[in-house]
């Protein structure tokens, strides 16, 4: 048995070309030319998905060509599926022959990532020179271990993407289902009802258009209770010390929530901020995160919350978890009501908010409607766990096998083969 494990400059096993942007009025969206990437904003799950073509590009990545963000952020890859002109956002990384693979040095580079991160905090603009990616050191083991290493995590990379495939198919599912829920309803018996087009008789005429006869139709000012947050001073720092949970738009990354990274003590959550008992439904009203979007926290326990953040209750006959994902089934449309603050700042017109229009259904369509969704929305972090065990596990693959620490041997040729 042998062991073939060595390190090598990047430089010396892969030819690195530095992007360059093309000249002006090269670039744009027609689709003749070649594929453009500017930067990492059009990178992928695996491979980048351009918006833009150039007619004439100056720095190109080969295909199989590992394509590296060399700017904020440092170290992103994807890989060249196919010829792309790269902008000087982008380094692309090509094994120089047949003795290296370029799937192994894909991962071996996003391995020691933290060289290049090391790097580029030497500077003001976040980013790395040619010279840093030369200078990197890989693992660098005979192609045939090379093989082996790269074998193995391309087959932890399938089992992820498959699941992040179906991730992604099931929330267009869900984004489906919660379209036809709160237009169409289901009947009696649990079956979406038919559209309006096909059984007129199912539905009535309102200022939301078709809903449902047995549906009532108000504003969100009338059928919700809303209250508002605040922040206790900063300057009393034994209010700061506590475990009451203190919500901030930060915070909202999931849909149910029970806890938050910052803390109050209760009595100071109740004198310097607002509390809200558990099933509480929180919107974003004010801050940049309305640039791109909604989050919606539905609370499994008691919050205080802070002045960017409405807590919305459902009043009678208005189920707060019916409400919650309502809010996320509307959550683009409501974007279009977002304004423009001072300083840039993003934030509803609360009266404009107030007045948007909502249509309930009675108590057991809502329930039955919120089973659906969530039976959807458990399948979905149900793969998103799977997802996160599989990312684990590659990440401790990486670690041993492109550190030397966990070594890949072969079998030493014999003489006779040596021949063949």
């Not at 990616?133 to 093989?147: A, E, F, G, S, W």
């Not at 539905?203 to 922040?231: F, I, M, N, R």
Request: charged share 25%.
């Amino acid at each position: 048995m042998t062991d073939l494990v060595d390190y090598e400059q990047l430089g010396n096993i892969a030819l690195i070309t530095m992007g360059q942007s093309p000249a002006p009025g090269s670039c744009d969206d027609d689709e003749r030319g070649m594929p453009f990437l500017q930067g990492c904003a059009e990178f992928g799950n695996q491979h980048p998905e351009s918006k833009s073509f150039c007619h004439t590009p100056l720095k190109i990545a080969k295909a199989s060509s590992t394509l590296i963000s060399v700017r904020a952020p440092v170290g992103t890859t994807n890989r060249a599926e196919r010829d792309y002109c790269i902008g000087r956002g982008l380094a692309a990384i090509l094994a120089r022959g047949v003795t290296e693979n370029n799937d192994f040095l894909q991962y071996a580079v996003e391995q020691n990532v933290g060289f290049l991160h090391r790097r580029s905090q030497g500077s003001t603009f976040l980013a790395i020179s040619s010279k840093d990616l030369h200078q990197m050191k890989v693992l660098h083991p005979q192609r045939v271990v090379q093989d082996k290493i790269a074998s193995i995590l391309l087959t932890s990379d399938v089992a992820i993407h498959r699941t992040e495939a179906l991730i992604e198919k099931l929330k267009q599912i869900r984004s489906g289902l919660m379209h036809d829920l709160f237009t169409r309803g289901l009947d009696a018996s649990g079956r979406l009802r038919p559209r309006q087009y096909q059984a007129p008789g199912l539905y009535k005429q309102s200022a939301l258009g078709w809903v449902p006869s047995e549906w009532s139709v108000t504003d969100l000012g009338h059928a919700c209770e809303w209250a508002s947050g605040g922040t206790p001073s900063r300057q009393r720092e034994d209010w700061w010390s506590g475990d009451f949970p203190w919500l901030t738009p930060k915070d909202m990354k999931s849909f149910e929530l029970n806890d938050t990274s910052e803390h109050l003590t209760e009595g100071a959550a109740r004198l310097g901020s607002r509390v809200v008992p558990a099933g509480s439904v929180f919107i974003v009203v004010r801050g940049m995160i309305l640039a791109h979007t909604f989050p919606v926290v539905l609370s499994s326990r008691p919050f205080a919350f802070n002045q960017d953040i409405k807590a919305v209750r459902g009043r009678e006959g208005l189920d707060n978890r019916f409400l919650a994902y309502w809010f996320c089934a509307n959550g683009q449309l409501l974007l279009h009501k977002v304004t423009e603050a001072t300083h840039g700042t993003k934030r509803f017109d609360l009266r404009d908010l107030y007045k948007t229009g909502i249509s309930i259904p009675r108590g057991p369509e809502q329930q039955e409607i919120c089973r659906r969704l969530d039976a959807l929305s458990s399948r979905i972090e149900e793969e998103g766990l799977i997802a996160g065990k599989s990312k684990a596990m590659k990440r401790g693959l990486m670690q041993a096998l492109l550190t030397g620490r966990s070594l890949i041997r072969v079998e030493a040729p014999t003489v006779e083969s040596a021949h063949v």
